[in-house]
């Protein structure tokens, strides 16, 4: 039953500002300057009681290194680095590390699933992710996952593929029922950049049962397009899938599971290519007026009602999905990229706005709540007016909820990139600054951060720096990040 303008005005006029309020990470509000606030002289008291500052972990000390500046008492560990560590077949670790989630191995161990972002043949990647039999979609593509195994005291690594022959793996997330799903950020076709087969699709990784990966087959019910991430509602089984497209921007997808599909390990390839329904937002205001575009949402807290609206061809066969819809229809959002379940919905990033949108910004993090379909804003960074200088946030791409409270958030930006936590109360922290220097000393650059998740006891803090591909362990004296006051 859809919800209707009606029902959400009436809804909105009787619970006011505390339907900007959904879940338990508050509005999350940033913006270029937060991090310069000062404290009250209530927050300086307590923060000395406690030995420093409460907000966050301190001042980022540089490496000596050059890799990774964190907080004092903080360190890291080199997981992996293409060009220096071995799969267990013995080929180098993939380049370009994406999206990455934790799970619980055997014996203490942690199980990192990792994606690697490459596109097109395998002839324009030094280190391509080996085509392993029985493991392959198509051999022209480049790109696949591979599974990282840390044992219990992280003294051991292992690395193996996990899927090979697939494209552009990007964000991806992870499953109630311990797998991954690796998302292809592309629309290339057999007989384009080389490939062999159909690409822009979802594909299954198990990553504590190796047979289970084998004869890669595409979930082709979660439609063909420039897949970013996806999440899964546990308690209703929808599908939630981010895309990274513009010219028209991209969409925000729901997949609605068929009657009577119960969802499982291996399930999702037993699907019919046109099962369920996959489905675009149609979102609207407490005044009832259309949305076409999130960026327009200029303020922290603002809430939309959402509608959902059928996609007609799914698999994109002579139009591409988000071209499917005219004006009017859906409403649409630039670099939709990171997504991550949690407080009973889905934190959906948006990474930055310009010209093809209606309105400006450097980021956007919105909450889906599946119980009163709604979207609420909570985290806005304005336009970052100097990448180059350290302090600001800008281009936040992926994303994961903290055991330590609030969201830390991967920054894909221009100049410098970070790691930065935002906490319940809309308060920004730095966790760490990439120091690698990709570039030369007169015109530096530094890659991106990508897959930040946390281990499942949550003592570590895994991240990747995506060029050259390098993955992070990061420890220290983790705490709660407690509201103001």
Not at 115 to 130: F, I, S, Y
Not at 341 to 370: C, K, L, M, N, T
């Amino acid at each position: 039953m859809p919800l209707t303008r009606r029902d959400f005005a009436k809804s909105s006029a009787y619970t006011g500002a505390g339907v900007a309020l959904v879940g338990s990470a508050g509005v999350l509000a940033t913006a270029p300057g937060a991090l310069a606030a000062e404290p009250t002289e209530a927050e300086a008291t307590d923060a000395a009681r406690h030995g420093g500052s409460r907000l966050g972990y301190g001042p980022l000390v540089a490496d000596p290194k050059g890799i990774l500046a964190l907080p004092a008492g903080f360190s890291y560990r080199v997981i992996t680095r293409t060009g220096q560590t071995k799969l267990e077949s013995g080929e180098s670790t993939p380049s370009n590390h994406d999206g990455t989630a934790t799970f619980r191995g055997t014996r203490g161990a942690t199980l990192l699933v990792n994606n690697h972002e490459l596109k097109g043949p395998r002839a324009d990647w030094p280190h391509p992710v080996p085509l392993i039999e029985g493991l392959v979609y198509d051999p022209a593509a480049s790109g696949g996952c591979t599974v990282v195994e840390v044992s219990k005291h992280g003294d051991h690594v292992t690395e193996w593929v996990g899927i090979a022959g697939t494209s552009t793996n990007c964000a991806g997330g992870s499953t109630p029922w311990g797998t991954w799903l690796t998302c292809e950020e592309t629309e290339d076709k057999a007989g384009k950049n080389g490939m062999t087969k159909d690409h822009g699709y979802v594909f299954e990784v198990d990553p504590l049962d190796r047979r289970a990966n084998r004869d890669p087959k595409p979930i082709k019910a979660l439609g063909r397009y420039a897949h970013e991430a996806v999440v899964v509602d546990p308690k209703r089984g929808h599908l939630y899938l981010t895309e990274d497209a513009s010219g028209p921007n991209g969409l925000f997808y729901r997949w609605v599971p068929p009657r009577g599909f119960e969802h499982g390990r291996g399930r999702l390839r037993t699907l019919a290519d046109d099962a369920g329904v996959l489905q675009a937002p149609k979102c609207f205001d407490a005044g009832g007026n259309f949305v076409d575009d999130l960026s327009r949402a200029t303020r922290t807290g603002t809430v939309y009602g959402v509608d959902w609206v059928d996609v007609p061809d799914r698999d994109a066969k002579t139009v591409s999905v988000r071209k499917q819809f005219t004006a009017g229809q859906v409403t649409r959002a630039r670099k939709l990229e990171g997504m991550w379940w949690g407080d009973g919905g889905a934190y959906i990033v948006s990474s930055y706005a310009r010209e093809e949108s209606p309105v400006a910004h450097d980021g956007q993090v919105w909450f889906y709540d599946p119980k009163r379909r709604t979207l609420t804003l909570k985290v806005l960074l304005g336009v970052n007016p100097d990448p180059a200088e350290d302090g600001a946030f800008d281009g936040p791409d992926n994303i994961t909820v903290s055991p330590y409270g609030g969201l830390v958030i991967a920054e894909d930006g221009e100049g410098v990139q970070h790691l930065f936590g935002a906490t319940d109360d809309g308060r920004t922290y730095p966790i760490a600054r990439n120091e690698l220097n990709i570039g030369t000393k007169e015109e530096p650059e530094y890659s991106e951060f990508t897959g930040v998740c946390f281990s499942p006891d949550g003592h570590t803090l895994y991240a990747n720096i995506q060029t050259p591909g390098i993955m992070l362990a990061i420890t220290g004296p983790w705490r709660r990040q407690r509201p103001r006051g």
